[in-house]
């Protein structure tokens, strides 16, 4: 097995959305023990603490919550993703998603540099294509994928310089998507299975079909895992459950032919709350993900009892 320098990176972010929680998630996924996990696999592990949003001078808005605070984040995240991403295999530890807006541009700024197309996996219940100007909440870890593909709104954002095109975004087990978001995403060839395609399909087919692309285009894939891409019934911990997700072996299925196909070049880990959890089990669920993309086979896995 191909053996990494994977470095973590905590996210405490708790602006993208009202309800509190998401800042205890590194410290979750410390305690349960995602260093060991990967170390136990053969990997160079180097857990660099926690990243902290920049200060930046700018009113709150009426609409949006938390607005500085989250340019502050993403100013931040894209800078540590940048330098990372040239010493290893960069994991997110989050945090809500609205730290993808900075940790998508960084590693897409990385991707020009060295030349290659970046693809982004985004395995979550919703399709967060909301701008500032179509959100509904004004809770912006809704708005992160149209922020990195250069949708217009954000002009409150650092300016994305190496956006990533919506033909290059795959997203797997969408099942609340709002029709806003519908209507943009229906105009671009982002590729979408929902929870009905995996349905009668299965999660195999759509996920090999994307990695052919990232493959042909000799592309690099950062992938995007959301607490609630999984069914609450194994994942109680996120404050946006929406019943119906993939199932732990669906999960497991997809990390392990991610791992396979050799792309992966940095993961973030999203929207953990362990407020709402139950003994860690989300967490620890999270914890074998990442461990299955890098490289745990399904029997190698340790019991759980909880």
């Known amino acids: 097995m191909d053996k990494k320098n994977v470095i973590l990176i905590g996210a405490p972010m708790d602006a993208g959305k ?3 929680g998401c800042r205890m998630g590194p ?3 410390r305690v349960a023990g995602i260093e060991a996990a990967l170390a136990t696999l053969g990997h160079t592990v180097t857990d660099l603490g926690d990243t902290r949003p920049d200060v930046v001078d700018m009113p709150e808005h009426s609409h949006l919550f938390a607005l500085p605070e989250c340019v502050g ?6 800078r540590a993703a940048e330098e990372a991403a040239t010493q290893g295999l960069p994991i997110f530890m989050g945090g809500d998603h609205a730290l993808s807006m900075g940790t998508v541009t960084g590693i897409a700024a990385h991707a020009q540099k060295i030349d290659r197309p970046l693809f982004v996996l985004w395995l979550d219940a919703h399709s967060d294509f909301h701008t500032p ?7 912006l870890h809704g708005t992160p994928v149209a922020y990195f593909t250069g ?6 954002f650092p300016k994305v310089a190496a956006p990533v095109p919506t033909d290059r975004v795959g997203m797997i087990g969408l099942r609340s998507v709002d029709p806003e978001e519908r209507a943009a995403l229906e105009k671009d060839s982002a590729m979408l299975a929902d929870m009905r395609t995996i349905d009668e399909h299965g999660i195999k087919a759509p996920l090999l079909a994307f990695l052919d692309k990232v493959r042909a285009a000799n592309g690099i894939l950062h992938v995007s895992l959301d607490v609630d891409f999984l069914d609450p019934a194994i994942a109680p911990a996120v404050g946006t459950t929406v019943p119906g997700g993939a199932t732990e072996r669906e999960a497991h299925l997809v990390m392990e032919l ?3 196909s ?3 070049c940095s993961l973030d880990l999203v929207e953990l709350n362990p407020f709402l ?3 860690g089990r989300t967490a620890k669920l999270m914890v074998d993900l990442a461990a299955s993309l890098l490289g745990r086979r399904i029997f190698d896995r340790p019991t759980r009892s909880f």
């Open 18 to 20: 009202q309800r509190q």
């Open 27 to 29: 410290d979750a996924y």
């Open 73 to 78: 984040w993403t100013q931040a995240l894209s």
């Open 133 to 139: 100007n179509s959100t509904g909440s004004g809770n």
């Open 151 to 156: 949708q217009p709104g954000f002009d409150a």
């Open 258 to 260: 991610l791992h396979e």
């Open 262 to 264: 050799g792309l992966v």
């Open 277 to 279: 959890d139950e003994r």
